[in-house]
Each structure stands twice: as C-alpha cells, then as structure tokens.
T-cell receptor
Framework: DAGVIQSPRHEVTEMGQEVTLRCKPI?????LFWYRQTMMRGLELLIY????????DSGMPEDRFSAKMPNASFSTLKIQPSEPRDSAVYFC?????????????FGPGTRLTVT | GENVEQHPSTLSVQEGDSAVIKCTYS??????FPWYKQELGKRPQLIID?????GEKKDQRIAVTLNKTAKHFSLHITETQPEDSAVYFC???????????FGRGTSLIVHP
C-alpha cells in the first residue's frame, strides 16, 4: 500500500484565495483525521470522520474551514478565504477503528503558505 | 475532554545516554497511549504504544511505562544515537471516542 497520500505537498497562495487540500486514506481504513501543525500550537485536530461521516469538527477554527469525505477513499479540506494565519503544515491521517488500538498513519503533509 | 501534558519540551543528551520523556493525562477513561516520532520535515510515525491493561512495553532500545493510578506514562530511550534526534509526541485516547489527544511534543537532540 502507498500509505496516506496528500496533495499538494506545497501550496503558496495569496490572502483571500480559496485553498483545497486533498487526502487519500489507506485502503480499508474507516477513520480519517485532519490536523494542523504550527510551532505555536503544536498538532491540532481539526476534524475526524468515521465511515465517511464527520464525528467531531470542534477543532475547525472558523467557518472559513470546511471538510468533506464523499467516499471512503477521498477527503478534502477547504479554506475560503485564506488568511496568513492559516499558514501551517496540514496532515491527514487514517486508521482502522477497533476496540484494541487506534494507530494512526499520517500522510506526508501539505505545507501551506498564505501571503 | 482529555488534556495531555508533556515534559520536557526540549531534551539534549550525549550519544549513548538515556532519554526519558514524561506525559500526564486527565481522563481516567483513556486506555490507549501511542508515541509518535517526527523527524524534521517528515510526518509523525508511531514508534510504540501501550494499552491500559499493561504496565510496561519494550521494543529494542525504546520502552514505555504506564501508571494508571497516577495517570502518567513515559517513553524511555536507552543508548541514544544521533538518528534518535526528532520531536516525540505522546497521545492518549479511549475506546469510546477514538480521538487521540496529543501532547505538545519534546524535541530530543542527541549530540555525537
């Protein structure tokens, strides 16, 4: 398996533009997580999907952020309009939810820079 | 909700020394405690995990201990090597939510 795939790997955009980040989880995994990582705040959970359904989106900063998971093999995180403070590395992670453990496999991340 | 505190934020050791990173959690329902290693510019990767029915787990030079009563768990790295230099994150989750809460991370620097 190729692991969790994210695109793009790097994104530079101007303030006010729409940004769409993409994620393909590991085949067979039923849980998907979007994280944001910055030096100031560390690793923050933005949203968690289970079986394509958003379970917890309490970490989504504001209405400018939205996430979808139309099927088990694809998810998007959209920021509209983007702001400089959104600059961060965004990770997608997937796991197979069981009663024993919940090991997460992270994608390579998307480094977003908003100027 | 769960709150995970991690210490120290930075740890500098000489090659061959041991390193210990400590985490505390607040939710007594938490029962799964993974540790992730993140090298510079890379993704976090699981290195070891422990469930609440076990007090200690070892894998070669790394070990994790768990004290459920005190609600703390620790990562131990023996005979450190320069390639152990990275940021280490602890996390806690429970079987109900499956949502891990991460600590802020510890930057480990191993000097040759």
């Amino acid at each position: 398996d190729a692991g969790v795939i994210q695109s793009p790997r790097h994104e530079v955009t101007e303030m006010g533009q729409e940004v769409t980040l993409r994620c393909k989880p590991i085949s067979g995994h039923n849980s998907l997580f979007w994280y944001r990582q910055t030096m100031m705040r560390g690793l923050e959970l933005l949203i968690y999907f289970n079986n394509n359904v958003p379970i917890d989106d309490s970490g989504m900063p504001e209405d400018r952020f939205s996430a979808k998971m139309p099927n088990a093999s694809f998810s998007t995180l959209k920021i509209q309009p983007s702001e400089p403070r959104d600059s961060a590395v965004y990770f997608c992670a997937s796991s197979y939810r069981t009663g024993q453990r919940n090991e997460q496999y992270f994608g390579p991340g998307t480094r977003l820079t908003v100027t | 909700g769960e709150n995970v505190e991690q210490h120290p934020s930075t740890l500098s050791v000489q090659e061959g020394d041991s390193a210990v990173i400590k985490c505390t959690y607040s939710d007594s329902a938490s029962n799964y405690f993974p540790w992730y290693k993140q090298e510079l510019g890379k993704r976090p990767q699981l290195i070891i995990d422990i469930r609440s029915n076990v007090g200690e787990k070892k894998d070669q030079r790394i070990a994790v201990t768990l004290n459920k009563t005190a609600k703390h768990f620790s990562l131990h790295i023996t005979e450190t090597q320069p390639e152990d230099s990275a940021v280490y994150f602890c996390a806690a989750s429970n079987a109900g939510s499956y949502i891990p809460t991460f600590g802020r991370g510890t930057s480990l620097i191993v000097h040759p």
